[in-house]
T-cell receptor, first 118, second 107 residues
Framework: ETGVTQTPRHLVMGMTNKKSLKCEQH?????MYWYKQSAKKPLELMFVYNFKEQTENNSVPSRFSPECPNSSHLFLHLHTLQPEDSALYLCASSQVAGTSGSSYNEQFFGPGTRLTVL | GIQVEQSPPDLILQEGANSTLRCNFS?????LQWFHQNPWGQLINLFY???GTKQNGRLSATTVATERYSLLYISSSQTTDSGVYFC?????????FGTGTRLQVFP
């Protein structure tokens, strides 16, 4: 595997289901991101993990729960979602520059998971 | 926060034509990337260009950081160039995406 991979590629779930999205990066990066792309809206940053620590939560509802067990893997746990949560969920990674972790460099994206909530 | 505007929102071209896509941003940035999103949703990295000029085949990009804009040039367009082109800019902590330019290239 190379680059950033995401599974599953497609997911259909009911509002009462619990599911998880998985992202794995094979680039040796130390920062990972979840983005949401809804129809007719710009990509929105959801979460940022820098050296496995969450550094950004962009006012995301608690029904989305991220987990970053190590710098190569990122999960997004989903529960009691709403139909308006249907979207393309994209994972990205980058190599953070500097010891403070405050400068972010080029981001590389996975193919995305297309989620439909019924 | 930083505002990112892309123009034009839509562009229709015949194969072989050239085009220029523009990205304006409202504040100084440390990171600027251009992406092509294919019909399957995959974001393809085109350029990482916080300043200066780069070229890759038929594509080139220029960022004038002091004037807060970037341009993406596509020459001799092909049908495979169709899709949405996004500009994304970052300060110190995240990428902010523009709303994209939807390009359709017809044979």
């Amino acid at each position: 595997e190379t680059g950033v991979t995401q599974t599953p590629r497609h997911l259909v779930m009911g509002m009462t289901n619990k599911k998880s999205l998985k992202c794995e990066q094979h680039l040796g990066h130390n920062a990972m991101y979840w983005y949401k792309q809804s129809a007719k809206k710009p990509l929105e940053l959801m979460f940022v993990y820098n050296f496995k620590e969450q550094t950004e939560n962009n006012s995301v509802p608690s029904r989305f729960s991220p987990e970053c067990p190590n710098s190569s893997h990122l999960f997004l746990h989903l529960h009691t979602l709403q139909p308006e949560d249907s979207a393309l969920y994209l994972c990205a990674s980058s190599q953070v520059a500097g010891t403070s972790g405050s400068s972010y460099n080029e981001q590389f994206f996975g193919p995305g998971t297309r989620l439909t909530v019924l | 926060g930083i505002q990112v505007e892309q123009s034009p929102p839509d562009l229709i071209l015949q194969e072989g034509a050239n085009s220029t896509l523009r990205c304006n941003f409202s504040d100084s940035v440390n990171n600027l990337q251009w992406f092509h999103q294919n019909p399957w949703g995959q974001l393809i990295n085109l350029f990482y260009i916080p300043s200066g000029t780069k070229q890759n085949g038929r594509l080139s990009a220029t960022t004038v950081a002091t004037e807060r804009y970037s341009l993406l040039y596509i020459s001799s367009s092909q049908t495979t160039d169709s899709g949405v082109y996004f500009c994304a800019v970052g300060g110190t902590d995240k990428l902010i995406f523009g709303t994209g330019t939807r390009l359709q290239v017809f044979p």
